[in-house]
């Protein structure tokens, strides 16, 4: 009797994620893999089977990928300290040479490995793949006293996203590929940017339409001022969070990387918790979802 208790447990999940699987048929899902779920071994088999599962069904996932931990341990093995303003990384030429060599080389090509292993056709890039990813230098401004200029910080080979040229991706995942994208962009003079994840994801999304945005992070979602997670929450009250300083470092380019999918076709967004097994399966396939939903 447990056994069948068990199989018709199983069946109920099943038929649970039915209605889910219809709906995202076909559909683009752009991921931001980061954090924990990237340095705990059995939750990088877990997402790896995940996004597999994900194109198995019909669905069409596209991963963006951080690194900043693996960019540290290297730095430091190299003797190099590793700079933050404003959670930004500072980076010069030596440090750019790191982190193109952590994100372009053995991040991204573990995610791609891991990715084949468990039954998927993963693919690896860079923004200088195809010009997939044109960038400009990004200055931080940082506010100083009342009724005078902001400070403009420099923080070397920083950039941002200028445009995006996605036939590549949508290529590739016609194909039966899963694009694997490395943070990394390239300027008018072919120099080297390093671009934060969060902000490569919405703007992939943005530039697909995706049907979700789904970003991984070491925190149940998004926190009210007293610490209880926020289950759906809409464009406006983003900002307004935003503006009392709720939201703020490493949370603060989550959002406004799902605000910028939303406003450009992208359905919904989504920030979960990276540190449960299989988070995606459980945020896409399930009724209850996880972590927190922005919605314009």
Request: a negative charge; one cysteine or more; hydrophobic letters at 45%.
């Amino acid at each position: 009797m447990d056994t069948i208790k068990k199989s018709m447990e199983r069946a109920a999940i099943l038929i649970e994620a039915l209605p889910y699987i219809r709906r995202f048929y076909d559909k683009t899902v752009v991921i931001k893999y980061g954090g924990h779920a990237m340095v705990d071994e059995s939750l990088k088999e877990m997402f790896a089977m995940d996004v597999v599962m994900m194109k198995y069904v019909g669905i069409n996932p596209v991963v963006v990928h951080g690194g900043g931990p693996q960019i540290g341990n290297l730095l430091k093995k190299i003797g190099k300290e590793s700079k933050f303003v404003q959670g930004m990384r500072v980076t010069d030429e030596e440090t750019m040479s790191v982190v193109e060599m952590v994100l372009a080389g053995s991040v991204n090509k573990e995610i791609v490995g891991l990715i084949n292993h468990h039954g998927g056709n993963a693919v690896g890039l860079t923004g200088k793949d195809g010009n997939l990813i044109q960038a400009e230098k990004y200055f931080l401004s940082a506010d100083k006293a009342k009724d005078t200029p902001p400070e403009i910080i420099d923080l070397g080979l920083v950039g941002k996203v200028k445009k995006l040229n996605v036939n590549l991706v949508v290529l590739l995942a016609k194909e039966g590929f899963i694009p694997v994208i490395a943070p990394i962009g390239v300027g008018d003079g072919g120099e080297t940017y390093n671009i934060n994840a969060d902000i490569v994801a919405g703007e992939v999304a943005a530039a697909l339409q995706a049907e979700k945005l789904v970003l991984l992070t070491d925190v149940k979602g998004v926190l009210d001022a007293e610490g209880q997670l926020i289950k759906t929450m809409s464009g406006d009250e983003v900002e307004k969070l935003i503006e009392t300083g709720a939201i703020e470092g490493g949370m603060y380019p989550k959002v406004k990387s799902c605000l910028k999918a939303l406003k450009s076709g992208t359905k919904k967004a989504h920030i979960i918790d990276g540190r449960l097994q299989h988070s995606i399966l459980l945020e896409i396939f399930t009724d209850e979802g996880i972590g927190t939903e922005i919605l314009l």
